[in-house]
């Protein structure tokens, strides 16, 4: 998020309840990330304060302008209760494989905003193909 939002400071962390981490459609590099809606289940997200242009620049990587992604608002369990945030869920079929490389920015990722430690084994330890 630093590099592709550089205006956007992290605001906190917390846990998108009702979802879940899975993978699907075809990326260069294997399966894309994307969140599918499970009762029960819990995403761990860091929240950011995304500035208008930082947010034109995420759509963009994140290819919503071509609908490959599409934005949702999800509630979101904090510590100082519940917020709501926008994540971006793939517009294509669930399944698939994601590469080494994917799972290790999500893992890397979830271990800086301080997710706990069997949150990020568990994201470690998903099936994945050797990548770049």
């Not at 917390?14 to 499970?38: K, S, Y």
Request: charged share 25%; glycine share 12%.
């Amino acid at each position: 998020m630093a590099d592709r939002c550089p205006h956007s400071p992290q605001r906190g962390t917390g846990w998108a309840v009702g979802w879940r981490i899975t993978f699907g459609g075809e990326g260069w590099d294997g399966a894309l990330p994307t969140l599918a809606e499970e009762p029960g289940g819990q995403v761990f997200v860091a929240l950011y304060e995304v500035t208008a242009g930082d947010e034109d620049a995420l759509d963009q990587w994140e290819s919503a302008d071509t609908e490959l992604y599409r934005k949702l608002k999800v509630r979101v369990a904090t510590l100082d209760g519940e917020a709501t945030a926008w994540v971006y869920v793939l517009n294509d079929f669930e399944g698939g494989i994601p590469s080494a490389r994917t799972i290790g920015i999500l893992a890397d990722a979830a271990e800086a905003a301080g997710a706990p430690t069997d949150y990020v084994a568990e994201l470690r330890s998903r099936p994945c193909v050797s990548g770049w």
